[in-house]
Structures are given as structure tokens and as C-alpha cells.
């Protein structure tokens, strides 16, 4: 199903640059879904063959390796192969693809272990990339001291891929880049509960290396939900205990 002269193949390559899965897109793709789906990815290797996981590979890793400049660097998360691949022809050149919506603790441990640590968010711009972010940031993303955590919104709905072949990529770089912690914020309804805010909201203020501003983001979510800032602080404390404890664990079981 993945070869075919109506299909877009796209190869997985590993971080070494070597072939490791393969997808396509549907040229002939209809919203109705009356000729298929518009995107296929490869199904997992097996145990035999362990080389291809889609929730352990990022589309483009290789290329972004291969181009990176010494000392720290951002990179631009993607839904799609095609929003990669329109970035680089237009010279944006630090971007990877997820193959989908989900971004799974592995493939933040993939960018870690390349000291990617610097992550600029970036799903289509229709209310269901925006869930996916939403959920990203709950899940996957937050409570992780050392991570830096953009989110960009792309306007009218569009994905990377077209808003770049339209408007160009100097355009994209303008568009603003939010901070995990404000653009969540942002997300919640005026009536929601308070301790529900709190318990999404403190995980990303974890994310926060300075203490400065860990600290201002604690008045602003207790400004926000009528929490005590002593309360916010207290169960930051905690949540970063419990972090440094689980890395505590990780030395060990390495060593042992």
C-alpha cells in the first residue's frame, strides 16, 4: 500500500542517515476518504528486525545533524514529511517531523540525547493541532527542568507546509513564538477549575531553569486561579523533588 505511481514515498532515515521505514501521502487523496487514507506510514518492524518504531523516530533528524551549528540550537517540531521538507527548500534547515500528531517521550529522549533541548512547537493550526499541543505539553513535555518549550499558531488554520510556500519563510520566523507556559495558560476557560489549572500549569514552570522566573510565573498563576503563591511554591518544591529523585534512580540504574 505504501509504493504505487499515485503515491508521495517518503524514507525514514535513522540518525546516521540510514534507511530505516518508509511512508506516502495519497496523491489522489479526497476528504471523504472514499479512495483511502491520505497518509500511510510503515507498520513496526517486529522484534526480529527492531529498526523502525514510528514513536521512536523523527523525519529529518538525520538531515538537522548532518547541518547543526556548534553550541546550542532550537528546532521546529512538525506534523508532516511535507512541512520538512518545504522548510529546508526554503533554507529552514532545524526542523524534524513527527509522521503524525502524537510526540512521544522517546522521541524527546532522541533530541535530548542529541542535546536538542531548545523545542519550538509548531502543529498545523486547525483546533485539532492546537488539542494536540494542549496534550503534548500535559503529557509528554512538562516537568522537564532542563527543556526550553516554544509554541507557534499558525494563522487561518494552515499547516507549516502551506503557510511558508505562500507567505515565505521570513514571514514564518515573525510569527510569534509563545512560551509553553503563557500559551496554556491562555488555553483554559474563564470558569475552569482552579485546581485542574495548577495541576497543568505548575509541571511547565518546572520546565523554567531560573528561579527569577519561576518565580514570576507563580505570581501570574496565582493572579490567574486565586491560589496562594506560598501553595504554588510548595507544590513546585515537590513536584521538582520528585524529579530530581527519578534522575537520582536513572544514575543508579545506569551504574548498576
Known amino acids: 500500500e505504501i509504493f504505487g505511481p499515485d503515491r508521495l514515498v517518503f524514507t525514514i532515515k535513522d540518525p546516521g542517515g540510514r534507511a530505516v521505514g518508509f511512508a506516502s501521502r495519497n496523491l489522489e487523496y479526497k476528504e ?39 553550541g546550542k540550537q532550537s528546532v521546529y517540531i512538525f506534523e508532516g514529511y511535507s512541512d520538512v521538507i518545504t522548510a529546508a527548500e526554503h533554507g529552514l534547515k532545524n526542523t524534524v517531523g513527527l509522521g503524525g500528531t502524537a510526540f512521544s517521550l522517546d522521541q524527546l529522549f532522541l533530541l535530548k540525547q542529541y542535546n536538542l533541548y531548545d523545542i519550538i512547537l509548531c502543529l498545523d493550526g486547525d483546533e485539532a493541532g492546537q488539542n494536540r499541543i494542549e496534550s503534548i505539553l ?6 522537564h527542568k532542563d527543556l526550553r518549550v516554544h509554541i507557534i499558531m499558525i494563522p487561518d488554520g494552515k499547516d507549516p507546509d502551506e503557510f511558508i510556500r505562500e507567505q ?11 512560551t509553553a ?21 505548575i509541571p511547565l514552570i518546572v520546565n523554567e531553569t531560573s528561579y527569577i522566573a519561576q518565580e514570576k510565573m507563580c505570581e501570574v498563576l496565582a493572579k490567574a486561579t ?17 524529579r530530581e529523585a527519578e534522575k537520582a534512580r536513572e544514575r543508579q540504574n545506569i551504574t548498576d
Open 32 to 70: 471523504d476518504r472514499s479512495n483511502g487514507a491520505k497518509y500511510i506510514n510503515q507498520k513496526h518492524t517486529g522484534v526480529k528486525c527492531n529498526i523502525y518504531k514510528k514513536s521512536t523516530r523523527l523525519y529529518g533528524l538525520d538531515c538537522l545533524l548532518k547541518k547543526r551549528k556548534k
Open 138 to 143: 500535559d503529557t509528554t513535555l512538562a516537568g
Open 168 to 178: 515565505g519563510v521570513e514571514e514564518f520566523k515573525k510569527l510569534r513564538k509563545w
Open 181 to 201: 507556559f503563557e500559551w496554556r495558560l491562555s488555553r483554559f476557560a474563564e470558569d475552569e477549575d482552579e485546581e485542574v489549572i495548577c495541576k497543568n500549569m
Open 226 to 242: 486565586g491560589i496562594s503563591i506560598k501553595a504554588i511554591q510548595s507544590e513546585l518544591e515537590r513536584l521538582q523533588n520528585i
